[in-house]
């Protein structure tokens, strides 16, 4: 998939995260991609939508429990540091850059979910001192690495290298971050039933080629 498509992909999301918030009436939630910088971090409500520019601003959004969503290396930024440089200091651990590039296809599980996680990574990262990860990875496409930590969870904060598209390959996180979202309005909050059809297979493809050991 090339940059233009992950672009729209993001685009697509972020608006249908602000529908959503929107039709709430509610700041509950916001999506950052690795293809935006920090000062385009947005957050979603029902009069405008305006970039959270201060780093105390966002730690009071991820502290209020906000939904947030972070992918690719965007979440990077949140840490105490980035190659000894400072960075946000809102979560404990630390990003160091490696010479080699890691581009596989991965296979997650968590706690926090039913499901495994399918999705693609594009790396040259590593996390230390990561002690909130939201996955565990269980398989890797171009090593034997497995039950490595990956990404953060923090509150109603995700933060994950997994781009892929995310949302669009694992339904079940897409419904996760909805109902994070609604419930932030109302706690009553009850998802209705969404067939994602087209998403589910491809989803149950992928899983089962690699049970097969064909992916």
């Known amino acids: 998939l090339n940059s233009e498509y992950h672009a729209s992909l993001s685009s697509l999301v972020k608006g249908i995260i602000s ?19 920090f000062s385009d971090l947005m957050t979603f409500s029902s009069e405008t939508v305006s970039p959270l520019y201060e780093k105390e601003d966002l730690k009071k959004f991820i502290e209020d429990g906000k939904t947030v969503l972070f992918t690719g290396n965007s979440f990077e930024i949140l840490g105490k540091s980035i190659d000894g440089k400072p960075a946000l200091e809102i979560l ?36 230390k001192n990561n002690n909130q990860p939201f996955f565990k990875i269980e398989w890797n496409s171009e090593s034997n690495k497995v039950d490595e930590k990956e990404g953060i969870v923090y509150k109603n904060l995700i933060g994950t290298h997994l781009i892929g598209p995310l949302l669009i390959r694992n339904p079940e996180i897409l419904k996760m971050i909805i109902e994070k979202i609604c419930k932030l309005k109302d706690e009553n909050f009850k998802y209705s039933e969404i067939e994602y059809e087209d998403e589910q297979k491809g989803y ?5 080629l690699n049970d097969e050991g064909k992916f």
């Open 92 to 127: 404990d651990f630390e990003t160091e850059h490696t010479e080699k590039r890691e581009t596989p296809d991965v296979i997650c599980t968590s706690d926090k979910l039913k499901n495994k996680v399918v999705g693609f990574i594009n790396t040259m990262s590593i996390i």
């Open 204 to 208: 149950e493809l992928v899983t089962k």
């Open 19 to 37: 529908s959503i918030t929107s039709s709430c009436s509610c700041s509950a939630g916001g999506v950052v991609s690795s293809s935006v910088t």
